[in-house]
């Protein structure tokens, strides 16, 4: 190790663009703090301009945005909703918050979004709702799963928490849903710490969605001048994000391209770096397939036993570098369990999510550390692989 630099590579790091200062305070001394004031309503626009999306709202949280979409689509007690295991627990909370009940769907082996040839068996009488989710920013297969629920007349809610920035066939991935929730959570792309957006593609559920976001009220009538008071008329929550936060929002969504190509940088890098291994078969890597355009969220490797992962996790971490593994699967959870899940029911989520592990990704990770990082992992691997030279 004599001459080597040691360096610490961090799972993941929050990117500043450096106009989130200017901004903030800029936010603070406009004294309108809440929600729905000037910064909101430049990301909502520039959002917007960017991607095509229908209305935007921006929303405290990802969790936030899947929980108003919940009620918007007016999920009810025993309503059945399609959704991978393979997620975060907020995807299965927008629903059992309701009290409606999750049916867990196997995925794809290679992108570990949900399968979407396997969705039609789960359909029954009680189904409403589909919510897939964008695994490491790579937009799941949303044409045929719209085309599914077309047939099936069903909701489709989109959980792109972390695909924002990615494109399916030409269009944004909240572009195509009838709901889709973004996530501006620190470990996301685009961030503001804790934030989030619902964007809404039906044009018929807008005026509902303004009485859900200010707590079931119609006060976006009074403050359209349409009525002098307002009244308590819905279901609703505080589904707003504060100003001082989407000021800091806004200026990353203004450089949101140059955060793209940073991270663009560090999967071409593992893809070159893990291509030799994926030839022989002994790990998988995320297949992105040409019609997607990925916003460079994360990257993950699938080792072809548990043991192997372990030790590179554990090898790695010995260099200063932080691997993580992915999601349990929330079928063989605690809470999965609870509604009647065993492991052994979703054979394929709990093997390949047993030996999946998350590479560190962050911009900054583009312009110091890659190199340190990659070194790292070439030396573990080639010592798993008992690779010599
Ligand atoms: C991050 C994430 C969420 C939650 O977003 P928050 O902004 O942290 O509430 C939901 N679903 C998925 C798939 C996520 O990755």
Redesign the pocket.
């Known amino acids: 190790m004599f001459g080597k630099k040691t360096m610490k590579i961090l799972f993941n790091k929050p990117y500043l663009t450096g106009n989130e200062e200017n901004n903030i305070l800029n936010a603070l001394k406009n004294k309108q703090h809440c929600g729905n004031h000037k910064f909101g309503k430049l990301c909502i626009e520039l959002m917007k301009e960017k991607h095509i999306l229908g209305d935007v709202f921006l929303v405290p949280?990802?969790?936030?945005a899947?929980e108003m979409g919940a009620l918007l689509a007016n999920l009810e007690a025993d309503d059945e909703v399609i959704l991978p295991s393979y997620?975060?627990s907020?995807?299965a909370n927008a629903i059992v918050l309701r009290g409606a009940k999750p049916i867990f769907c196997e995925v794809d082996t290679d992108t570990m979004n949900i399968d979407y040839n396997k969705i039609e068996n789960l359909i029954t009488s009680r189904t409403k709702m589909i919510v897939p989710?964008d695994y490491a920013g790579i937009p799941c297969i949303i044409d045929k799963i719209m085309e599914i629920a077309k047939k099936h007349n069903l909701i489709v809610m989109h959980?792109t928490?972390?695909s924002y920035g990615s494109y399916y066939k030409g269009k944004a991935t909240g572009a195509w849903a009838d709901l889709a929730a973004y996530?501006?959570?620190e470990?996301?792309n685009i961030t503001c710490g804790?934030?989030?957006a619902l964007v809404i593609n039906r044009t018929e559920w807008i005026e509902r969605a303004n009485f859900l976001q200010e707590k079931g009220t119609d006060r976006s009538l009074v403050l359209n001048g349409v009525k002098s008071k307002y009244h308590w008329v819905d279901y609703g929550s505080s589904f707003l994000l504060a100003d001082i936060l989407a000021a800091h929002l806004y200026a990353q969504i203004e450089n949101e391209k140059e955060i793209k190509e940073k991270r663009s940088k560090i999967t071409e890098a593992y893809n070159i770096l893990l291509q030799p291994y994926v030839a022989k078969g002994v790990l998988r890597i995320p297949k992105v397939e040409s019609y997607m355009e990925i916003n460079h969220h994360a990257f993950w490797i699938i080792f072809d036993t548990q043991n192997n992962k372990e030790m590179f996790i554990n090898l790695l971490r010995e260099r200063n570098v932080y691997a993580y593994i992915g999601y349990m699967p929330l079928h063989s959870s605690p809470m999965g369990k609870k509604f009647g899940y065993i492991a052994k029911d979703l054979p394929i989520t709990e093997e390949l999510g047993n030996k999946l592990v998350r590479l560190p990704f962050y911009a900054d990770l583009a312009d110091e550390g890659l190199n340190y990082c990659l070194d790292a992992m070439s030396d573990v691997l080639k010592v798993i692989y008992s690779v010599t030279g």
């Open positions: 949280s990802g969790t936030a899947l997620t975060f907020s995807t989710i959980d928490a972390q996530s501006f959570h470990t996301k804790e934030g989030g």
